[in-house]
């Protein structure tokens, strides 16, 4: 079983930072492809950034330059650093990985971003 618990969220102004942290823990060896979703109010789910099966790394267009992914493979966990934060970031963030053969996904319960104007 694979559990992925996020930190991290809350309350900032348009213009601050916040750092999320995804812990994972369980079966999770060569779990190589490990990001971040979103889910703003009323919208679907998108991709935030995430590491790729090859090791790269992967950004949505709208957070691009302001978003960094990151991990510590010692600690079995995934960061995302967000500077410059929009109102429109604004979602619940969700920690995501796959299982290497069956592309299964695993999901944390999320935590919430609010960027206030």
């Known amino acids: 079983q694979v559990q992925l618990v996020e930190s991290g969220g809350g309350l900032v102004q348009a213009g601050g930072s916040l750092r999320l942290s995804c812990a994972a823990s369980?079966?999770?060896?060569?779990?190589?492809?490990m990001g971040w979703y979103r889910q703003a109010p009323g919208k679907q789910r998108e991709l935030v950034a995430t590491?790729?099966?090859?090791?790269?790394?992967n950004y949505a267009d709208s957070v691009k330059g302001r978003f960094t992914i990151s991990r510590d493979n010692a600690k079995n966990t995934v960061y995302l650093q967000m500077n410059s934060l929009q109102p429109e970031d604004t979602a619940v963030y969700y920690c995501?990985?796959?299982?290497?053969?069956?592309?299964?996904?695993?999901w944390g319960k999320g935590t919430l971003v609010t960027v206030s104007s």
């Open positions: 590491f790729t099966a090859g090791g790269s790394t």
């Open positions: 369980g079966s999770i060896f060569r779990f190589n492809v």
């Open positions: 995501n990985t796959k299982a290497p053969l069956s592309g299964r996904d695993y």
